[in-house]
């Protein structure tokens, strides 16, 4: 090859080089500006394929091992961002405080924040206190019966929706419904079926109804704007549900008899 051309193709490579490391540091910069992947939690004993829970050791949840199985990926160490719910992560989308999370998404959402690819369909019903004479969503929606939902979240808009008599309350964590419910200070809260279940095994007396008023879809997201740290979450939850990653998160975490459902 004659020699004017080497130093062309030598400036050429290096170009190259120069321009993968600019690549990868701007989605860095968009996805870990701090140099951590600060991952939004929401905390409950609830558990699921989006609640995660405290533990001795910090915290445990498909979403907490998406996350450190994401920043593993991004070559930086993970940091969760603790709230008591899906709606104080909606809240916080535009404050900066968190780079990724896994929550229920709905139209209200879509305008706070971006949604990749959906790992989770739920079904939303009712549990009912001990006791109560309510077998089915007629009998529940009624006037004077007080239905509990987590506050500011999708199930709970969902509920405010369904329910044209019963009053529908929202309250701040898992645990203050579970106890209003167990006591008999209200009559119903809304949740996921799966979630419910496990409650009624907790509370004797209790029933879930058989019938389902929404489906919620549960998907990774990312604050607004953030355009190349939406391209690389939804490659990774899709490379994550093929590779096993998923599949693992939910055996390691109690969903073992739980399908990936994407739709």
């Known amino acids: 090859m004659p020699t004017p051309f080497r130093p062309v193709l030598a400036g050429l490579a ?29 905390i409950s004993p609830a558990g699921g394929a989006f609640w995660s829970t405290k533990t001795e050791a910090g915290y445990a949840g498909v979403p907490v091992d998406l996350g450190k199985a ?29 780079d990724v999370t896994w929550l229920p998404r709905d139209p209200e959402r879509e305008t706070k924040m971006m949604f990749g690819p959906i790992y989770e369909v739920a079904d939303a019903t009712y549990i009912v206190k001990p006791g ?3 077998t089915n969503f007629a009998t529940l929606d009624q006037p004077g019966i007080k239905v ?6 999708t199930t709970m808009r969902g509920a ?3 329910l044209k008599h019963a009053k529908v309350t929202g309250y701040q964590t898992y645990d203050e419904i579970f106890d209003l419910l167990r006591s008999g200070e209200i009559d119903a809260f809304a949740l996921s079926r799966d979630q419910l279940n496990k409650m009624a095994q907790k509370i004797p007396g209790t029933r879930v109804l058989d019938e389902t008023f929404k489906k919620t879809v549960t998907a990774v997201a990312v604050p607004l704007g953030h355009q190349k740290a939406l391209g690389f979450v939804t490659k990774f939850m899709t490379e994550a549900t093929t590779n096993g990653t998923l599949r693992k998160a939910y ?13």
């Open 70 to 98: 994401m920043a593993a990926q991004l070559g930086v160490s993970v940091e969760y961002v603790v709230h008591q719910n899906s709606g104080q992560i909606t809240d916080a989308a535009s404050k900066g405080t968190w």
């Open 148 to 153: 509990a939902a987590v506050n500011a979240t």
């Open 132 to 134: 109560s004479a309510v």
């Open 160 to 162: 405010i929706a369904h």
């Open 251 to 263: 055996d390691d975490n109690g969903l073992k008899d739980s399908p990936i459902r994407t739709e």
């Open 14 to 42: 290096l170009a190259a080089m120069v321009a993968m490391p600019a690549l990868a540091d701007g989605l860095k910069d968009e996805i870990a500006p701090t140099g951590k992947l600060r991952v939004a939690i929401a």
